[in-house]
């Protein structure tokens, strides 16, 4: 999941944007994202609806602010982003 996490973080980087992903939401997104059958192919599923889909929804196109961190927990069992 470091990997995967790593590309996304470098990916980011390029638009002048960082993410934060506490411990107990890297445990859920592994849960998620490891399946017995699959192995961990479903991992970027998880990391793309977990992270990307909700930090889309937060930041409006092209009026972002740059180089503020954005923060993904787990509370309640669910990832945010804030």
């Not at 939401?25 to 849960?31: D, P, S």
């Amino acid at each position: 999941m470091d990997i995967q996490l790593q590309r996304l973080e470098k990916r980011l980087t390029q638009q002048q944007l960082t993410l934060e992903v506490d411990r107990s939401a890297k445990q859920l997104i592994a849960k998620e994202g490891f399946d017995p059958q699959f192995g961990a192919r479903p991992l970027k599923r998880a990391i793309q609806d977990r992270l990307l889909d909700p930090l889309a929804t937060k930041l409006p196109p092209r009026r972002i602010q740059t180089r503020r961190p954005h923060q993904s927990d787990r509370p309640r069992r669910r990832v945010g982003v804030h």
